[in-house]
């Protein structure tokens, strides 16, 4: 590592800690210029955003701009509209004494740091720094070294609306991640893989630090037969399809009955065949993503190759394209447990479908395995919903949908156990980044005369 970089992130952290009490006095006013200006600069370099990552990791101009600068944007002016009523002190009376009281106050956390992913390397970065600003704290900011043109661009929209003590970017590969972890932060807000959120989190225990984690996981998706088939289909066609399945709430596997199955997959690849495929069945590389590095497209390739060697077929799909990494939209059936497709997340545009008889037998496999990110169950019968909800556990869930519900600023959004640790999105970003105190005020005695 360039002992320059090493030297600058002490002198910015240094220099960041000395601007803790400006900050901690903060008004709402002052915290939504600084949300204005940041504002200012994504929207004028929006198109600059957009280019660097589609250079980054092939994806289509719409896609890009409607996930990534528009949804940091929402991020932007949710935090903006509402800072005023998250700010201001919670009157919640006391158990102790009637004439006594209780307030709830939100103060920063302080020092904090943002780690982005490579998969949405922009708005899962700026969302989470938008709530931390709002908050009252101080960020340093760091993206993932596999989209750099992203992050460069990133570091010039900083640069451009911040000073150094109040935010500040560092890019670099993982040693400068590994430099930054060292340092005593108040609070780290990661959005990647389990294995590297094991990392930060030894990292941030070595100084009490708080954490969020957004991870990610294997996210089931159970299809009742009674169901609208084809509103299930095109549904998860986007959420499995988009971004080439590298979304951390993807539906990764589906369940459904075996009477149903041919139907589903047959629309299914209706859907795909209309939405990303050529006239001759090959993808059509203007409307689908490709693998973000060769170390990853070997990883789904080995996956999938387990599973055709253990008795999985394809329904459709299945060519993979190493020379630019791209992996035409495929669905599996006949998959079993014992196939390593089953046992990570693929993060691919690959769907597995499972079969089962009753709803217990899905819900007692997802039961027996890591927490997921996310839940999705489609069916019109509300006995069955209730108990797939109530007999499961995941960082959320979505009814007759999928992937949806991350857009919606009224629900925390996060994982639990494996799949995260926290949640953020509308007020829940700026409890996530605050320290909620609790102060009881005695009633005031009046001495007599």
């Not at 903060?26 to 929006?46: F, G, I, N």
């Not at 528009?70 to 919670?90: R, S």
């Not at 394809?314 to 990494?325: K, L």
Request: hydrophobic share 40%; with cysteine.
């Amino acid at each position: 590592m360039d002992q320059q970089v090493k030297t600058d992130i002490q002198r910015v952290f240094q220099l960041q800690k000395k601007n803790q009490k400006a900050l901690r006095a903060s008004t709402a006013e002052q915290r939504k210029e600084k949300l204005s200006r940041l504002l200012e600069a994504v929207t004028a370099h929006e198109e600059e955003i957009i280019e660097a990552i589609r250079q980054d990791v092939r994806k289509p101009y719409h896609e890009v701009k409607r996930a990534e600068t528009q949804g940091t944007i929402k991020a932007i002016k949710d935090n903006m509209n509402n800072l005023e009523a998250w700010m201001a002190p919670k009157q919640v009376g006391s158990s102790l004494s009637p004439e006594a009281d209780g307030v709830l106050m939100y103060e920063p956390k302080g020092m904090t740091l943002i780690l982005g992913p490579w998969n949405y390397p922009f708005m899962l970065t700026m969302a989470p720094l938008a709530a931390a600003i709002a908050a009252g704290n101080s960020a340093i900011v760091k993206l993932s070294d596999f989209t750099m043109k992203t992050s460069h661009i990133a570091a010039k929209v900083i640069r451009e609306a911040f000073h150094e003590e109040e935010v500040a970017i560092f890019e670099g590969e993982v040693d400068v991640a590994t430099e930054l972890l060292g340092q005593p932060f108040d609070h780290i807000f990661f959005t990647g893989s389990t294995n590297v959120g094991k990392i930060v989190m030894t990292a941030a225990a070595k100084h009490l630090a708080s954490v969020t984690l957004e991870l990610g996981g294997k996210s089931p998706t159970i299809i009742d037969s009674g169901c609208d088939l084809m509103d299930a289909a095109k549904k998860i066609a986007v959420g499995k399809f988009v971004n080439a399945g590298q979304t951390c709430i993807a539906p990764d596997y589906v369940f459904i009955k075996k009477d149903v199955q041919d139907a589903f997959t047959d629309m299914l690849q209706t859907i795909v065949n209309a939405g990303f495929m050529e006239d001759d069945h090959t993808v059509d590389r203007d409307k689908f993503t490709q693998i973000v590095n060769d170390r990853n497209f070997n990883r789904v390739k080995a996956l999938f190759d387990d599973a055709i060697e253990k008795g999985a077929e394809v329904a459709f799909g299945g060519v993979f394209d190493a020379h630019d990494r791209t992996i035409s939209p495929t669905v599996l059936k006949n998959v079993t447990p014992d196939m390593k497709i089953m046992q990570e997340e693929i993060f691919a545009p690959i769907l597995p479908l499972t079969n089962y008889e009753d709803i217990g037998e899905a819900v007692e496999y997802i039961t027996d395995r890591d927490k997921p990110l996310a839940l999705y169950v489609f069916s019109h019968n509300q006995k069955l919903i209730d108990y797939v909800l109530q007999n499961t556990t995941s960082g959320n869930a979505a009814v007759n949908d999928v992937v949806v519900h991350f857009t919606d600023v009224n629900l925390p959004f996060g994982g639990v156990n494996t799949s995260g640790i926290g949640s953020y999105h509308g007020v829940y970003g700026f409890k996530e980044f605050s320290h909620e105190k609790g102060v009881f005020i005695q009633a005031s005695k009046q001495k007599s005369l």
